[in-house]
């Protein structure tokens, strides 16, 4: 296993929660959009203990960027990571990451489960290929909603954002189920790409499969 100590270029907040961290990128450092590493946080007692996180930026960029939620209330490496600032130093790992685009589909995503979705349509987008490719984004509220201007700008009305806690005037209440997928999505026969919370993927899986949908054709983070 590789490790790679970078330092924080830069760390803005994106959302009340979510922090974009620009890293230095090692020499020879290469991932696909929707891939991932590991992050450790060094000379610290979390120094063992190593997350994941996906690659938010793209690869032909000269540094590395992430988007990641903030749980102060854990007590953990995303709280610890919420508190570091230019110049310190995190260590990255080898690349890996089962999410990669395969063709023109349906995006579903939960939370920060919309991390692996944001390098892929940033590609996308540059290379004026989105597409009939379509989002459904799902979030307590509104404020949750992670870099929202951008999915307004890449996607347009093919992104669809669903709010499980609040009413908000032209977004959609309520949660992703097997009724919601079949009042939304005609064709089950695309490909479909789901990443959120564990029983949120397991749900949505398994409801795509008794809609005629093929496991082949449906790509999960393993």
Same mark, same amino acid.
């Given at each position: ?12 907040? &994106?959302? @009340?929660? /979510? ?5 230095? !990128?090692?020499? %020879?450092?290469?991932?696909?959009? $929707? ?55 995190? &260590?990255? @790992?080898? /690349? ?5 685009? !395969?063709?023109? %589909?349906?995006?579903?995503?939960? $939370? ?55 009413? &908000?005037?032209?977004? /959609? ?50």
């Amino acid at each position: 296993m590789s490790t790679y100590p970078v330092r924080i270029i830069s760390a803005t907040y &994106v959302t @009340h929660n /979510v922090r974009q961290f620009k890293l230095e !990128k090692p020499k %020879g450092y290469a991932f696909i959009p $929707g891939q991932a590493t590991e992050i450790s946080i060094p000379d610290s007692k979390w120094q063992d203990e190593r997350r994941p996180f996906t690659f938010t930026g793209l690869n032909e960029w000269d540094y590395l960027q992430f988007t990641i939620k903030i749980y102060p209330d854990r007590h953990g490496v995303t709280d610890q990571l919420g508190h570091l600032k230019t110049g310190d130093v995190v &260590v990255l @790992h080898d /690349v890996w990451g089962a999410i990669q685009y !395969k063709g023109e %589909g349906t995006f579903i995503a939960g $939370g920060a489960g919309i991390t692996p979705f944001i390098a892929i349509f940033r590609q996308l987008h540059k290379d004026g290929a989105i597409g009939k490719n379509q989002l459904f984004f799902s979030n307590k509220t509104e404020k949750d909603i992670i870099l929202r201007r951008d999915w307004d700008e890449w996607l347009g009305p093919q992104a669809h954002y669903i709010l499980s806690q609040e009413n &908000v005037p032209g977004l /959609v209440s309520g949660k992703m189920d097997e009724a919601f997928l079949k009042t939304h999505i005609t064709d089950f026969n695309q490909h479909f790409y789901i990443c959120g919370p564990d029983q949120m993927v397991s749900d949505i899986k398994q409801a795509l499969e008794h809609l005629g949908s093929k496991g082949d054709l449906v790509t999960v983070e393993i």
